[in-house]
């Protein structure tokens, strides 16, 4: 089997690879996704964050604690957002403290909010006791006995066998892996396939967690790889899937309200595969490598949490009243600021917060010689800014396939 280790060894390649089909989309530039969370967390530890921030009550005090649950309202244009307006005190706090301001890369910048976002949307949190009684109540204790040799039909294994039980993810991993097996049993049993919602797995897998055979009562995960799962979904799922594509034989994923954690999308994959096993007839259902369902789920959670629609009108409102047209187009010559109409990539929170921690504190030199406010950003202001500096993009990355390489 494929380690994430050695997947993560052609990490390089397969995210230059992911850059240059996405290029090949609207204005041909760039779209930069959500890179590795754990060298995202690496990165977090060596830019220094911790001296302020902390993570689950582990580093600084000074900066809100990135794992608490009013952090997890942010979309990833408000957490943009707040970084943005913070800025010049974190800065001032560096500086204060003796700290070099760190710049960030692109890469960088992707592997930073993949972490970020892999502490953010973790699951509710669950209750043992409520998960007994899915285990019962979906019959799950008709095939699985707790321990080797218990009561029960002794058609799957028992739970001690279990590996990484109460990991959502590789538990849907396996389950989907066996969900053809699973199937075939169920209906020679005259059993429906039990339907879970996200709280039902999260107790579930509590429950299952906690118990002495298995040792370990918390229920979490590793996160993906957005640029790994991205080969898997054009692998098992393009062809009856699409984002943001109206297409008779496939179903748009990004059409209608979607999943909202980890587990969300654990207990969608679950409930989807009676359909897909519909749609399959006699062929198997695709089968998933090792880490395979952690990595595509990180992908399609990117894919929509990411692509945050904003309205290009406001954001040209925003762009005038907060300055930016005075730097980046009238003055431009006196300023040195770019033309952000040149950018080879298409712009996003992740670029948006790379510049800010590469330009920033030259442009606050900037705005304070000229006597200008740092730019606040309110509500949706962040996410309609964006839309508007991608709506006058020139395109300058050359196509890769379809009607970019055309033109």
């Not at 207990?267 to 090792?290: F, I, K, T, Y």
Request: overall charge negative; proline content about 5%; aromatic content about 8%.
């Amino acid at each position: 089997m494929t380690t994430k280790h050695a997947r993560l060894s052609h990490r390089t390649a397969l995210t230059a690879a992911v850059f240059l089909v996405l290029g090949a989309a609207a204005h041909a530039q760039v779209e930069i996704l959500p890179g590795s969370a754990t060298a995202g967390q690496a990165l977090f530890e060596e830019k220094g964050c911790l001296g302020c921030h902390s993570v689950d009550g582990e580093g600084g005090s000074a900066a809100p604690d990135l794992a608490l649950a009013s952090a997890r309202q942010y979309t990833p244009g408000l957490l943009a957002s707040v970084m943005w307006n913070h800025a010049p005190d974190m800065w001032q706090r560096m500086e204060a403290a003796g700290s070099v301001i760190p710049d960030l890369s692109a890469a960088e910048s992707a592997d930073l909010f993949s972490y970020f976002y892999s502490r953010l949307y973790f699951s509710p949190e669950g209750d043992a006791e409520r998960g007994r009684e899915v285990f019962v109540d979906k019959n799950c204790a008709r095939c699985h006995a707790l321990t080797a040799g218990a009561d029960a039909d002794g058609v799957g294994p028992a739970i001690d066998a279990w590996a990484r039980v109460s990991d959502p993810i590789d538990w849907a991993e396996r389950m989907w892996n066996h969900a053809g097996g699973m199937y075939a049993e169920m209906e020679r049993a005259g059993i429906s396939w039990p339907r879970l919602s996200s709280q039902e797995m999260v107790d579930l897998l509590v429950y299952l967690g906690g118990l002495p055979e298995t040792g370990s009562a918390a229920a979490g995960f590793e996160p993906g790889e957005p640029e790994l799962g991205e080969a898997v979904f054009t692998a098992r799922c393009e062809s009856c899937h699409s984002f943001g594509e109206s297409l008779p034989d496939r179903v748009d994923l990004l059409r209608g309200s979607g999943p909202r954690n980890s587990t969300d999308y654990a207990a969608e994959m679950w409930n989807h595969a009676p359909r897909m096993r519909e749609r399959a007839g006699d062929d198997a259902l695709p089968g998933l490598e090792d880490g395979a369902m952690a990595d595509l789920v990180a992908y399609l959670f990117a894919q929509r949490y990411f692509a945050e629609p904003g309205n290009a009108a406001a954001g040209e409102r925003v762009f005038q009243t907060k300055q930016c047209a005075l730097c980046h187009e009238l003055e431009r010559a006196l300023t040195g600021a770019p033309d952000l109409t040149l950018s080879l990539e298409r712009y996003s929170p992740i670029t948006m917060t790379r510049a800010l921690w590469t330009h920033g504190p030259g442009m606050l030199r900037t705005l304070e010689d000229r006597d200008l406010d740092w730019p606040v950003f309110e509500g949706a202001e962040m996410t309609d800014l964006i839309a508007f500096l991608n709506s006058r993009l020139a395109p300058l990355v050359a196509g890769f396939g379809g009607s970019a390489a055309r033109e």
